[in-house]
């Protein structure tokens, strides 16, 4: 699997983790496997925002892309 696919899967399944603990409505403060529920939205927050291509990316990527001049699947 590419780099950028793996990324995507990572990032849905933080994605999904997000969503799933915002749905069940726990108390902030409950603690799971040494971390409070808090602190495992921002890890969630944080690792999506890592994941984040457009955010990540800098001039060298873009200069490669400009470079390519076909596709294929």
Do not use: C, Y
Not at 21 to 50: N, Y
């Amino acid at each position: 699997m590419s780099n950028w696919r793996s990324s995507a899967v990572t990032a849905d399944i933080a994605q999904a983790f997000l969503k799933a603990i915002q749905a069940a409505k726990m108390q902030p403060e409950a603690e799971i496997d040494g971390r409070t529920i808090a602190e495992w939205m921002v890890w969630a927050e944080h690792r999506l925002e890592e994941l984040d291509p457009l955010k990540q990316w800098s001039r060298e990527h873009f200069t490669t892309l400009a470079g390519i001049n076909g596709w294929s699947s």
